[in-house]
C-alpha cells in the first residue's frame, strides 16, 4: 500500500518541485499575498516588513552554519570516515541496508541536526558503494531518502532549537515564561519514547518503499556524489616544511592543546551549570572533538574549506526565509493564523494544534529557533490559559518543526550535496515519512493531553 500511495507522490514531484532557492521565493510571494488579503497591512508596510527581516536571523544562521560546517567537519575527520565506511558494509540486503541508514542518520541527528544531515548523506553514498562492490542491487534515490527520513528526530535531541532556547538564560524564552531545563522536554520519558517510536515506524516505513519485482531501480552513481571514497587528508604543502611558521602548521600539538582546553572549559561548565545545553555549547563540543582528531591545522584548514559546500547554500536562502518571519510578524499574520488553532484548542489538544501550526509555519520559516521565537509567546500564553504544561508546547513546536521538514526542501540541501541527487529525487519517499512520523507523534501528544 505505501509503494502504491509513493508512485504518484514521486511522479508529482519531479514534475512539479522547484529547486530549493525558487522554492523559497515562491514562498515568499505567497506570504506576501497572504498578508495583503489577511491583514489590513499596506503593500509598503509588506515590503518594509520584508526588506527589514532580511537581516533578522543573522546571529541565528551563523550560529546554524557553525553547526552544519562543524557536522561535516567532525563527520569527515579520520577517526569518525573511516568508522563509518567500516560500519556501512554491516547491511548485507537491500531491506538491511535501508533500514540501517534510516537508523544510523537518525541517531546522528539525535546528537546534532548537522551531523544528522551530512552523516546520513556520506552513510548513504557509503552503503551504496558497499553493496555494489558485492553485487547488492539498492534504488539509491530511496536509500537517501533514508538518511533524511532520519532527520526527522532531529529536534528531539541535542541541538533542538526549541528545547534549548527554552533553557538557555538570557534567551528571550525567559521573558515569556521560567525557564524549562531539558530534563522536562528533550530527556522527558515521554520524548524519548517518541523517538523510539517515530525511528521505529520511518524504519518499517522505507523498507516497505523497497522495489519489487520488475519496478525500477536507479543505482548508486560514484561520478554524482560529492564523497570520493576517503576523508580529507591535507592541505597543499601540508607535507612540505620550509621554516619555523610550516612546523606549527603541521603540528599536532597546536590543535590538540586548544582542543584539551575547550574540554576543559566545557567540564568546568557542565560541572557548574549542569546539563545547560545551548547552541554555543553544542558547537563548541563538536570543535572540541574535530580539535582533538585532526593531523594538526593545515588539515583542519582542508577540511573546513570542504566543509563550506555545505554552508553556502543556506548562507544564501537564510535571508529570504528571514525576510518572511518579518513580514509575517510585522503584519501580525502569525497571530492570525495562530488564533485559529488556540481558540479550538482545549487543554488535552493544545499540543497537538501547537503541532499542527508549527508543521504548517515550518514551510514558510524553516528554522527551529526562528520559527520557535516566532510562535512560542502565542503558545506559552495558551498554555498558561489553559493550564497546559510549557514542556508540552515547547516539544509540540519541536516536533512541527521536524514534521515538515520531510516535504520542505530547504535542509535537504547538505545531505544531497553529498549524495549527488536534487530534491526531486527524494521526496516522494520522504512523504511517506511525513505520514507515519506524524501520526506517532501526534499520538504521544493526545496521550499526554489525555494526562495518562
Known sequence: MLRAIARPMVRVVERWLPDSMVFAVILTFIVAAMCFGLTESST?????GWGDGLAGLLEFMTQICLVLLLGYTLANTGPVYRMLRSISRIPSSPAAAYAFVTLVAGLASLVSFGIGLIIGGIMAVQVARSARERGVRL????????????????????SGSGPLAAATPGDFFEELAPL?????????WWNILAIVLVLGVTIAGMVLLAPKGEDRIVEFDSDAASDDGGP????PGERESRGP????????????????????????YFVQDGLALTFDIVNWSFLAVILLFVRNAAHLGALIADAGKTVGPVLLQYPFYAGIIGMMTVTGLVEILASFFVNISTPGTLGVFTMLFAGLVNMFIPSGGGQFAVQAPIFIEAANQLDVEHEVVIMAIAYG??????????????LLAVAGLGIRDILGYTTITLFLSGAVMIGVLLFLGAGL
Open 44 to 48: 509598503l508596510e509588506i515590503v518594509r
Open 180 to 188: 524549562v531545563p531539558v530534563t522536562e522536554t528533550i530527556f522527558a
Open 232 to 235: 580529507i587528508q591535507a592541505a
Open 139 to 158: 534504488h539509491y534515490p530511496l536509500l537517501v531518502a533514508c538518511a533524511y527520513s532520519g532527520f526527522v528526530v532531529w529536534h528531539m535531541g541535542y
Open 245 to 268: 611558521a610550516d612546523s606549527l602548521n603541521g603540528s599536532r600539538a597546536v590543535t590538540t592543546i586548544i582542543g584539551v582546553a575547550l574540554i576543559v572549559y566545557l567540564v568546568v
Open 401 to 414: 518543526d521536524q514534521w515538515t521538514n520531510m516535504i520542505q526542501p530547504f535542509w535537504a540541501i547538505p
